[in-house]
């Protein structure tokens, strides 16, 4: 028997499919939460300061990782046919819920681009994703280890941690709201 949503035709969302599964049903998930969900975690008074806090967060981590330069280094990986250290791979280190937090942010889901070696959220002027995986903010590139050493890397490890504590407060409230809502099968 298949649960089902607040909506008799949508079928509830398992935590399976918010967390494990290929990219492509991943950013599926994350698109149908974004059309059906969004609202309802908007509403919630708690959600809607934790995704100011985090846009506010995300921004000025952008904004010093643009001026550190590490923006140009992820984009010219991206230019790159390898990817870098950005490979295919990367991409199923996402989850559906990252993604539905990254599309309350802006971010819109999209087709994935047939499967090639680099990540499919990597593109020309770097990761197109806000809110990045935890795997991804370990910055496992010679270049990026060495720019984080340099004068921009306390604020750029101060605002990694604020972004981690804002999404992760973000999704446990998301969880919570979307299960009292009827939306997560056994929530």
């Not at 990986?77 to 390898?82: H, N």
């Not at 990045?132 to 590139?141: E, I, M, R, V």
Request: one cysteine or more; proline letters at 5%; charged letters at 15%.
């Amino acid at each position: 028997m298949t649960l089902l949503g607040p909506n008799p035709s949508q079928p509830a969302v398992t935590l399976e499919a918010l967390y494990f599964g290929p990219i492509a049903a991943k950013v599926e998930v994350a698109a149908t939460l974004l059309r059906s969900c969004a609202h309802l975690v908007m509403q919630d008074a708690a959600c809607a300061t934790l995704v100011a806090e985090l846009a506010a967060a995300t921004q000025a981590l952008q904004s010093l990782l643009s001026t550190s330069g590490m923006t140009a280094q992820c984009a010219a990986c991206g230019r790159r046919a390898d990817g870098g250290c950005c490979g295919a791979w990367v991409a199923d280190q996402s989850d559906a819920m990252l993604l539905f937090v990254n599309g309350l942010l802006g971010w819109q889901p999209a087709a994935l681009p047939d499967r090639r070696p680099t990540c499919a959220f990597l593109g020309p002027s770097g990761c197109s994703l806000r809110v990045k995986p935890f795997l991804c903010q370990d910055y496992d590139c010679h270049a990026l280890s060495a720019m984080i050493d340099g004068a921009d890397g306390p604020g750029i490890r101060h605002l990694r941690a604020a972004c981690a504590a804002h999404y992760l407060a973000l999704e446990q409230r998301t969880l919570s709201v979307l299960g009292q809502a009827g939306w997560l099968a056994g929530g």
